[in-house]
């Protein structure tokens, strides 16, 4: 989706290395989303950021909201081979909770 | 687990069929959303359903139509299908009024 732009596309990173996801939104948000997937599989809500300025952790991942700068960006600390897959930021972009998605971030995690 | 279960896991159908895929919403959910995914790229949007109406639609055409029970569970039904059709297909349930949606499994679809 244009309206949502994740960077980078995919991400290669050594065990125990810190990362960081981006997610820009071409509109106003109302609200946003973590997901991860695994490969052909359904999506596991990790958060959903609401007010500018905030910031959600849950155990190694800490996602922040940059209202003005209609950004949000996800952050590992000391990865580990389960944090592989697929990092998916949705939107609200429209209101009622109808999610428009990334095209999501591809993690690997190298042992 | 999420609650939220959907049935077939896979299937295969050929161009000009249709299909009817089905979720199961986790206990006490009202609401449920449709998304499609095609490989490499992010869900989209396709139709919500509230109290059996349909609240919201994406960019799709009249061939996607869906239905809500009063228990809550949902069917997706696609006619005359396409080859572009071929995808992973997610339902999520979330309860009106509250912003998190929790996401099945997904079908997924071949067409040939």
């Known amino acids: 989706s244009q309206e949502l732009e994740q960077s980078p596309q995919s991400l290669i990173v050594q065990e125990g290395k810190n990362l960081t996801i981006n997610c820009t939104s071409s509109?106003?948000?109302?609200?946003l989303y973590w997901y991860k997937q695994k490969y052909g599989e359904g999506l596991i809500f990790l958060m959903m950021l609401q007010k500018g300025g905030e910031e959600k952790s849950h155990e190694k991942i800490t996602a922040k909201l940059d209202e003005k700068k209609q950004q949000s960006s996800l952050h590992i600390t000391a990865s580990q081979p389960s944090h592989a897959g697929i990092y998916l930021c949705g939107a609200d972009i429209r209101y009622g909770n109808k999610l428009v998605f990334g095209a999501g971030t591809i993690l690997r995690v190298k042992s | 687990e999420t609650g939220v279960t959907q049935s077939p896991t896979h299937l295969i159908k050929t161009r000009g069929q249709q299909v009817t895929l089905r979720c199961s919403s986790q206990?006490?959910?009202?609401?449920v959303s449709w998304y499609q995914q095609a490989l490499g790229q992010g869900p989209q949007f396709i139709f919500q359903y509230y109290r059996e109406e349909e609240n919201g639609r994406g960019n799709f055409p009249p061939r996607f139509s869906g239905l809500q029970f009063p228990n809550y569970s949902s069917e997706l039904n696609v006619n005359a299908l396409e080859l572009d059709d071929s995808a992973l297909y997610l339902c999520?349930?979330?309860?009106?009024?509250?912003?998190?949606?929790?996401f099945g499994p997904g079908t997924r679809l071949l067409v040939l």
């Open positions: 509109k106003t948000l109302y609200g």
């Open positions: 999520a349930s979330r309860i009106q009024g509250l912003e998190t949606q929790y």
């Open positions: 206990s006490g959910h009202n609401t």
